[in-house]
T-cell receptor
Framework: DQQVKQNSPSLSVQEGRISILNCDYTNSMFDYFLWYKKYPAEGPTFLISISSIKDKNEDGRFTVFLNKSAKHLSLHIVPSQPGDSAVYFC?????????FGKGTRLHILP | DTAVSQTPKYLVTQMGNDKSIKCEQNLGHDTMYWYKQDSKKFLKIMFSYNNKELIINETVPNRFSPKSPDKAHLNLHINSLELGDSAVYFC?????????????FGQGTRLTVV
């Protein structure tokens, strides 16, 4: 029973264009949503988060949007760079745990 | 200085053996976690400890026993290893559950049971 879903296992985007990664969740009790980036043979590293009381948070090239009524969040990366190629995990926090989605592998094409 | 460190990085062992994975964090965090990433790359929480006390046990078999000797350490002991235990295990820590946001992860331990 997945509480956090990332329905696209992979995504390819041209360098310089916008990458949009999507995530859906089912539990209304989550109070924070996070994005993590993971390179092979490394642990996930925190990228950006958003509180459930906000609808947008921006940090440099990364922006996370939250639509609570739709239980949907998205991560926008613009412009996309080669170093952005990685697996991106959406996660939701609440009740002493952080629940992760299955991840989306992002390929930035030259 | 590594924030969350886990050892060993790789572990190959035979079915039926008992093994431990150690985890230490130097961030002063109250909450530590163990996650399992299986062959389908799904990162799933196993345990959560807050101030040395077990908070979450996500229906993990009894063969898995976490031990938290102090707030900075959360070790994972696995008895009678099975082939299906092969996975990458990640330790993580955060400054608190619920309200807390960011969790810091170790580099992972790739366990292979043969």
């Amino acid at each position: 029973d997945q509480q956090v879903k990332q329905n696209s296992p992979s995504l390819s985007v041209q360098e310089g264009r916008i990458s949009i990664l999507n995530c859906d969740y089912t539990n209304s009790m989550f109070d924070y949503f996070l994005w993590y980036k993971k390179y092979p043979a490394e642990g996930p590293t925190f990228l950006i988060s958003i509180s459930s009381i906000k609808d947008k948070n921006e940090d440099g090239r990364f922006t996370v949007f939250l639509n609570k009524s739709a239980k949907h969040l998205s991560l926008h990366i613009v412009p996309s760079q080669p170093g952005d190629s990685a697996v991106y995990f959406c996660a939701a926090s609440g009740g002493n745990k952080i629940i992760f989605g299955k991840g989306t592998r992002l390929h930035i094409l030259p | 200085d590594t924030a969350v460190s886990q050892t060993p990085k790789y572990l190959v062992t035979q079915m039926g053996n008992d093994k431990s994975i150690k985890c230490e964090q130097n961030l002063g965090h109250d909450t530590m976690y163990w996650y399992k990433q299986d062959s389908k790359k799904f990162l799933k929480i196993m345990f959560s400890y807050n101030n040395k006390e077990l908070i979450i046990n996500e229906t993990v078999p009894n063969r898995f026993s976490p031990k938290s000797p102090d707030k900075a350490h959360l070790n994972l002991h696995i008895n009678s290893l099975e082939l299906g235990d092969s996975a990458v295990y990640f330790c993580a820590s955060s400054s608190g559950g619920g309200y807390s946001t960011e969790a810091f992860f170790g580099q992972g331990t790739r366990l292979t049971v043969v």
